[in-house]
């Protein structure tokens, strides 16, 4: 039972010597000083107390010999807790002032990938998602021999995978909605916009499908064109995946188009169109 106690009461000690140590640091006026200390700080993890000590050396050592070391890990206090909007503004202000730094490809990769750290739960607004892509593309672009190329193509990857996920989900909430028309459009859009997606089939069927579910609640005057635009989605499916398993349902769905188009045409013979 002591034991227990005396494990939960050092981590408090602990915290509290740090903290009357960080105490003790901020107080003096050694500029020097403050510097070895922060970057001590830094080493030990203590990002928090490193990150107040760098903000407060920034202006002291601007334009010095060690700005840039400084600047480079203040901008990484900022990564390293998870304060990614703050850490992508300084990465790319480190870019700014130090262009020709040994650092600068390293810092451009750390910039893109602030991003995607960024990016959110795929029912969430992707903007920071689609951000990710454009600037790992631009840092592979940049730097197409570094190592870090791998792990870009690899986040771009699966940036588009999220992307994807967030239009499918929309064209298959249409759907449901029986908005068909909307879902249609975006089924297309997917495999449009995702030509080699391994759900490629499956948006053609959907797209089919959904079309054919709008001609069928269209008005007669509308329907024999969109039940020939099922027809066309049909063959744009067979003419792309020949061999799926999923065509003979997208089949049926032609068949039904053509014989409501015929039987459309076959009453407009009956009954012609007043004059």
């Known amino acids: 039972m002591k034991l227990a106690v005396v494990?939960?009461?050092?981590?408090?000690?602990?915290?509290?010597?740090?903290?009357?140590?960080?105490?003790?640091?901020?107080?003096?006026?050694?500029?020097?000083?403050?510097?070895?200390?922060a970057d001590e700080f830094y080493a030990n993890k203590k990002y928090r107390y490193a990150e107040q000590l760098y903000?407060?050396?920034?202006?002291?050592?601007?334009?010095?010999?060690?700005?840039?070391?400084l600047y480079y890990k203040y901008?990484?206090?900022?990564?390293?807790?998870?304060?990614?909007?703050?850490?992508?503004?300084?990465?790319?202000?480190?870019?700014?002032?130090?262009?020709?730094?040994?650092?600068?490809?390293?810092?451009?990769?750390m910039d893109a990938l602030t991003f995607y750290k960024q990016s959110p739960n795929v029912q969430l607004d992707q903007t920071n998602t689609s951000k990710a892509i454009g600037m790992m593309q631009s840092f592979i672009s940049t730097h197409p021999n570094s190592s870090r190329v791998a792990d870009a193509t690899q986040i771009i990857a699966k940036c588009r995978a999220k992307l994807?996920?967030?239009?499918?989900?929309?064209?298959?909430?249409?759907?449901?909605?029986?908005m068909y028309q909307a879902a249609g459009l975006g089924f297309t859009n997917l495999l449009n916009s995702y030509p080699e997606s391994a759900k490629g089939e499956e948006y053609m069927l959907m797209a089919v499908k959904s079309y054919y579910e709008f001609a069928k609640l269209s008005i007669p005057d509308k329907q024999e064109e969109r039940y020939e635009k099922?027809?066309?989605?049909?063959?744009?499916?067979a003419d792309r995946y020949p061999q799926s398993e999923l065509l003979k349902q997208a089949e049926d769905y032609k068949n039904l188009s053509q014989n409501n188009i015929k039987k459309i045409q076959n009453e407009q013979v009956k009954t012609p169109a007043k004059r």
């Not at 903000?55 to 070391?69: I, Q, R, T, W």
């Not at 807790?81 to 850490?87: D, G, L, T, V």
């Not at 099922?230 to 499916?237: G, M, R, S």
């Open 7 to 37: 494990l939960l009461i050092v981590p408090f000690l602990m915290l509290g010597g740090c903290t009357s140590q960080f105490t003790k640091v901020l107080k003096s006026t050694d500029y020097e000083y403050k510097l070895k200390k």
């Open 55 to 69: 903000e407060e050396l920034f202006p002291v050592f601007k334009g010095s010999d060690k700005f840039e070391e």
């Open 164 to 178: 994807e996920e967030k239009d499918y989900l929309a064209a298959k909430l249409y759907y449901n909605l029986q």
């Open 75 to 109: 901008a990484y206090c900022s990564y390293y807790q998870k304060n990614y909007e703050s850490a992508e503004n300084l990465f790319k202000g480190f870019l700014g002032v130090f262009p020709n730094s040994s650092k600068a490809e390293e810092i451009a990769y």
């Open 230 to 237: 099922v027809t066309a989605a049909y063959f744009d499916f």
